[in-house]
């Protein structure tokens, strides 16, 4: 029997995030032409307290280009974590 699907994502909202979001970008790869990039999201107060789904949503749309052309191929290496612990 097949597993039922997972529930549908959101549809995105256009909020005010109501915290800070930092991002470091190391781009001494040249050679290869790698970026690496940390970047820490706060929760929000009401995920932090009591729980949830948190979604991040990857953009189609990029600054600057003409159709939706933003590819996620070239992403690697992404890990999630929670007061320092990986989430799988």
Same mark, same amino acid.
């Given at each position: 029997?097949?597993?039922?699907?997972?529930?549908?994502?959101?549809?995105? @909202?256009?909020?005010?995030?109501?915290? *800070?979001?930092?991002?470091?970008? !190391?781009?001494? !790869?040249?050679?290869? %032409?790698?970026?690496?990039?940390?970047? *820490?999201?706060?929760?929000?107060?009401?995920?932090? @307290?009591?729980?949830?789904?948190?979604?991040?949503?990857?953009?189609?749309?990029?600054?600057?280009? %003409?159709?939706?052309?933003? *590819?996620?191929? @070239?992403?690697?290496?992404?890990?999630?974590?929670?007061?320092?612990? =990986? =989430?799988?």
């Amino acid at each position: 029997m097949p597993l039922p699907l997972p529930p549908a994502v959101p549809a995105p @909202q256009d909020v005010p995030f109501g915290s *800070t979001i930092a991002l470091s970008v !190391d781009g001494t !790869d040249l050679a290869r %032409h790698i970026l690496s990039m940390k970047e *820490t999201i706060p929760l929000p107060t009401r995920i932090a @307290q009591k729980g949830g789904d948190f979604v991040l949503l990857y953009p189609m749309w990029l600054p600057g280009n %003409h159709s939706p052309s933003g *590819t996620i191929d @070239q992403l690697g290496g992404l890990t999630v974590k929670a007061d320092g612990k =990986i =989430i799988p």
